[in-house]
């Protein structure tokens, strides 16, 4: 694809996704760019239709194809979007043109430069062709819900319903279409039903389908099933959809979470995207999974996001384990939100929860983050946008992120959420308070609901102490959390240092915010393993060589933060050199519970590893050993 910006020497040649953020020349470039692109339309039927896939364009990108205006998406730059290019093209040769601006934009969400992350302008993320026949699939909504057994009985169940959403050609005649349904589960297909409607229609409820003997999707067993959708008519597959789903009960019961009915008490980690110098917020999907890999091998299972993220990402949560709040990029700005905003975070929460409902990693939509909370407009924010999201997808928790529910907790906007989403930087940002009088008047004014420690950590160079005050800072914090039942989660903040337009520290694509447990490349630091630690769900103890060779561990289920049984999960015993190895499986454990397992050490005394795995293929922990 060719791109030009204004004040480039001369267009050049790059792949998309692409940011000029992080190129030399334009690192510090915001402003309008152009792209072109040269594309094949083969001959197709006369009702065949073409499609533009964008899954985000930062920030305003207006579409041309063969010179003409093919349409625009405007003031949200980190949510899909789709456009019918059919009467624009022609078989054979065709131009793509497509213009962007990542301008400060007050019309915009985020607004201005009122937020903490880069700002990195152009098409950075996948563009995908699509061709249907005249009846075309604009999205499929899916609702999933898991129907747990009587008591005496053993078998879950589970229930899936959904809404096919299509978009009607301009000239459309009224014909008979069939839909054809199928659920599969590894491959196999467990469910077959079909649907006639009357076309033109536009929402179109998908017949209700029951399933039994369900895998339950869990951050440890993240079991998946499969749903397509095929429209026929005439004889002919106009246009199909697949989406993974899963069976996942996540709610909020009193000061608890429940996942599957089952209390739990959740660590996690935020990760800032975008932050890699050579590649911003044009990371590949080897670059996304690279660092997911890192934020679960920190044993964190629970994570936020500021702003939408792509399919790719939330895929990856969903085959792996990973808990999600997906939030809209309303931060700090503007403080108390009015009518100006509401449409915006309207569109924008419209346009997240169409694309992203089917991910059972995703168990809660966020509103905003770090407004003025106190404020009784931003309260009735919150209560508009929560019964909004609930009339759009009323599984799932919807919450605000406050820093500063700690002032008059009773008031805050937080509140009105199904979750306290407290954002604690006692000791750094917010000065000093003491923490448990805090925690008991969070406690006092919001008894029936969990509260979550949404951030805290250290931001340097602002703070100073480096890593070192860091991990004291990280234990001493946690030494309070675990203390409180009604703190449900906590979510460290962050992964790694990122990259951020208002960062006090480097310029252009290095200016960053050293706020992490790893640095801007993904390089490890001390803290990040005082992490791993304090997150894993397990402890491991070593008991002294036995007669007959054997070694005894003892696997303990942690009891406070974090707090969530333990099945599947395997102990490896191996030498220094790898010449040998011995497995054992761990039985399943509840929080508190322990499990002592005997292994055979080979040979003479030596150095080897004990490491405990997930049945994800996660380690948990290592220990070496001399025996």
């Not at 699509?130 to 009985?153: D, K, M, N, R």
């Not at 429940?258 to 932050?275: A, D, H, I, K, Q």
């Not at 920190?298 to 792509?310: D, G, I, K, M």
């Not at 030498?575 to 002592?596: C, H, K, M, R």
């Amino acid at each position: 694809m060719g791109w030009a910006a204004n004040g480039l020497p001369e267009p050049k040649t790059v792949s998309v996704p692409h940011t000029w953020n992080v190129d030399s020349e334009t690192e510090n470039y915001r402003g309008l760019s152009w792209y072109e692109y040269r594309f094949q339309i083969p001959e197709l039927p006369e009702s065949g239709r073409v499609w533009l896939d964008f899954e985000a364009v930062y920030r305003d990108a207006v579409i041309w194809v063969n010179g003409e205006p093919a349409g625009s998406h405007l003031n949200s730059g980190y949510t899909a979007f789709r456009l019918e290019i059919s009467q624009y093209t022609k078989s054979g040769d065709n131009l793509l043109v497509v213009s962007v601006d990542n301008s400060n934009s007050a019309a915009a969400l985020p607004k201005d430069n009122s937020f903490d992350w880069a700002d990195d302008g152009g098409i950075f993320r996948e563009v995908t062709m699509i061709y249907s026949g005249e009846v075309a699939i604009e999205s499929l909504s899916i609702q999933t819900a898991p129907l747990f057994p009587e008591q005496g009985q053993s078998e879950v169940s589970g229930k899936v319903s959904g809404v096919l959403k299509l978009q009607p050609a301009v000239q459309t005649a009224e014909q008979e279409i069939h839909l054809e349904i199928l659920v599969r589960r590894k491959g196999k297909t467990v469910w077959a039903g079909t649907r006639k409607a009357n076309y033109p229609c536009f929402d179109l409820p998908l017949p209700e389908i029951r399933l039994t003997n369900i895998d339950l999707w869990h951050f440890d067993h993240p079991h998946l099933y499969e749903l397509s959708v095929r429209v026929i008519a005439n004889g002919q597959v106009q246009d199909e959809v697949v989406k993974s789903f899963g069976f996942r009960e996540f709610t909020a019961a009193g000061s608890r979470f429940l996942l599957n009915r089952e209390p739990v008490r959740l660590t996690g980690v935020e990760w800032m995207p975008g932050s890699h110098p050579h590649k911003g917020m044009a990371e590949s999907e080897e670059d996304i999974k690279r660092l997911l890999q890192q934020l679960k091998q920190a044993n964190c299972v629970l994570t936020r996001f500021h702003w939408q993220q792509s399919e790719r990402l939330l895929t990856w949560c969903d085959r792996y384990g990973i808990l999600v709040q997906e939030e809209v990029p309303l931060w700090q700005q503007p403080a108390e939100p009015g009518n100006a905003t509401i449409p915006l975070v309207r569109q924008q929460l419209r346009e997240m929860i169409s694309r992203h409902n089917h991910h059972p990693s995703v168990i809660a939509w966020g509103v905003g983050n770090e407004l003025d909370g106190q404020s009784p407009q931003t309260v009735q924010f919150v209560r508009e946008m929560k019964d909004f999201i609930k009339q759009l997808d009323a599984s799932r928790m919807v919450n605000y992120v406050s820093n500063t529910v700690h002032f008059d907790p009773s008031a805050d906007a937080t509140g009105v959420g199904d979750v306290i989403m407290w954002n604690d930087y006692i000791g750094t940002w917010h000065g000093e308070h003491d923490m448990d009088e805090t925690v008991n008047r969070l406690i006092e004014a919001h008894p029936d609901k969990p509260i979550v420690v949404s951030e805290f950590g250290l931001c340097e160079p602002v703070y100073t102490g480096g890593d070192v005050r860091r991990q004291a800072q990280m234990l001493e914090k946690m030494s309070y959390y675990r203390n409180y039942p009604n703190i449900a989660g906590m979510i460290y903040f962050n992964l790694n240092d990122y990259r951020t337009q208002m960062g006090e520290e480097g310029e252009g694509r290095l200016r960053q915010r050293v706020h992490g447990v790893t640095d801007i490349y993904g390089m490890e630091k001390q803290s990040y393993r005082l992490l791993r630690e304090v997150s894993s769900p397990v402890t491991l103890d070593i008991f002294p060589r036995e007669s007959g060779n054997r070694v005894v561990f003892r696997v303990t289920c942690r009891n406070h933060l974090p707090s969530y049984s333990i099945s599947g999960y395997r102990l490896h015993l191996g030498s220094s050199g790898g010449e040998w190895e011995q497995y054992a499986d761990i039985p399943t454990l509840a929080p508190g519970e322990y499990a002592d397992i005997s292994l055979p050490a080979q040979g003479t005394p030596q150095k080897m590893k004990a490491t405990v795995y997930r049945p994800t293929g996660f380690d948990v922990l290592e220990q070496w050993i001399e025996i």
